[in-house]
């Protein structure tokens, strides 16, 4: 799990979102308000509105639309308590590349971290001591 994932807030653009995981070298962006999770952009939201977005208007949605527009929210998610075999199952069965980690309280689903599909084949391969 990574406690440290990069977030982005709901109202930044696709552009923003975009330039963040680039320079993260991520797939997917945590969208949150303070340290609550909202939702999820994926590059594949994006990707996919750009591609049915109107011909020529790439640059316009990128700096105009909102990342609350796409992201997926409610998000699936997982407690820290979940073991690594569970989140694996339940990422497959559903085709989801991240399962952010949250606490949840009575003010909503507190954001601890977010497992990638690359920390669980990290998990399975990796020797344990």
């Keep these: 799990m990574r406690r440290d994932a990069p977030t982005i807030q709901p109202f930044e653009s696709l552009g923003d ?4 995981m680039q320079l993260s070298r991520l797939r997917h962006l945590l969208v949150t308000s303070g340290d609550l999770l909202l939702g999820v952009v994926s590059h594949r939201d994006i990707r996919d509105l750009l591609i049915q977005g ?5 640059a316009r949605l990128l700096r105009d639309v909102p990342v609350e527009a796409v992201m997926c ?3 699936v998610t997982v407690g820290p308590e979940v073991p ?8 497959r069965h559903l085709a989801i590349g991240c399962l952010p980690v949250v ?3 009575p003010s909503g689903a ?3 971290g977010v497992v990638t599909a690359s920390d669980l084949l990290r998990a ?3 020797p344990r001591s």
Aim: net charge positive; aromatic share 4%; glycine share 4%.
């Design 84 to 91: 690594v075999t569970e989140a694996a199952q339940r990422a």
């Design 110 to 112: 507190r954001l601890v």
């Design 54 to 58: 109107p011909r020529g208007a790439q």
């Design 73 to 75: 929210a409610p998000p």
């Design 17 to 20: 979102a975009l330039r963040l």
């Design 103 to 105: 606490r949840e309280e």
């Design 124 to 126: 399975a391969f990796e």
